[in-house]
């Protein structure tokens, strides 16, 4: 069992950026896909972006394309996910989870989940 921790998240602006970060720690990291989800408020949660676990490829919500970067740094067991013109609509709270297979694809079975980290951007 892997076990994961978001943190990053925070009040930003519109306009303005956050970096998340999720530690894994239990199962070597390198071996999982990783994918960020997001929950709004009154909404499911919907997939936000995926890469696979050698980080060779990477897969986005068309909602967040060309504003969001995903990222992994397997020495360090994190996941990232830069995310810049942040708009109101991505407040939510973000989680970060683990796909089996490696693949990272948005349609992946994934795993274990974190607790989640809070971003709220104000208008």
């Known amino acids: 069992q892997v076990q994961l921790v978001e943190s990053g998240g925070g009040l930003v602006q519109a306009g303005g950026s956050l970096r998340l970060s999720c530690t894994a720690s239990?199962?070597?990291?390198?071996?999982?896909?990783m994918g960020w989800f997001r929950q709004a408020p009154g909404k499911e949660r919907e997939f936000v972006a995926s890469?696979?676990?050698?980080?060779?490829?990477?897969y986005y919500a068309d909602s967040v394309k060309g504003r969001f970067t995903i990222s992994r740094d397997n020495a360090k067991n994190t996941v990232y996910l830069e995310m810049n013109s942040l708009k109101p609509e991505d407040t939510a709270v973000y989680y970060c989870?683990?796909?089996?297979?490696?693949?990272?694809?948005?349609?992946?079975?994934?795993?274990?989940w974190g607790q989640g980290t809070r971003v709220t951007v104000s208008s």
């Open positions: 239990g199962r070597p990291f390198s071996h999982y896909g």
């Open positions: 890469i696979s676990s050698n980080g060779g490829s990477t």
């Open positions: 989870a683990t796909d089996a297979t490696g693949w990272g694809r948005p349609v992946s079975d994934f795993g274990s």
